[in-house]
């Protein structure tokens, strides 16, 4: 049983609103879509935030990539509606500041936990 707790500096790495929802917002009300630095300068995020966040985004379906041209999906629209997994589960360490994991061996610890532990997000 291991107790995971919140780093110190959280709030520095993740912020209240995750970099992907706050570009399916913007892409959400872009019917033609933007060209990555055009998003990248209307989102006043730097490009490489905005690349680091395409590939969650792609592997959810909430956005198609030409190029450097990106634009929402039917999905993506349809998800700013719902929080993520991940939503949740910062949300409930926001406030909680710590859990249990019974069973480091799995799928979730070593999906999720794992990770973010090696970016520092965590200590245990």
Not at 61 to 70: D, L, R, T
Not at 82 to 111: G, M, N, P, Q
Request: charged share 30%; hydrophobic share 45%; aromatic share 4%.
């Amino acid at each position: 049983m291991t107790e995971i707790q919140l780093a110190a500096k959280l709030d520095l790495i993740v912020p209240e609103e995750l970099p992907e929802r706050t570009l399916l917002k913007v892409l959400a009300h872009e019917a033609a879509g933007l060209h990555l630095q055009d998003l990248s300068a209307k989102v006043n995020v730097e490009q490489k935030v905005v690349g680091k966040s395409l590939k969650p985004m792609l592997d959810k379906g909430w956005i198609v990539k030409n190029g450097a041209h990106v634009s929402a999906t039917d999905a993506g629209k349809a998800a700013l509606g719902a929080e993520t997994d991940d939503e949740k589960l910062f949300a409930a360490l926001r406030k909680s500041k710590s859990f249990i994991v019974e069973e480091e061996k799995s799928d979730f610890f070593r999906r999720v936990l794992t990770p973010l532990k090696t970016g520092a997000i965590f200590k245990h």
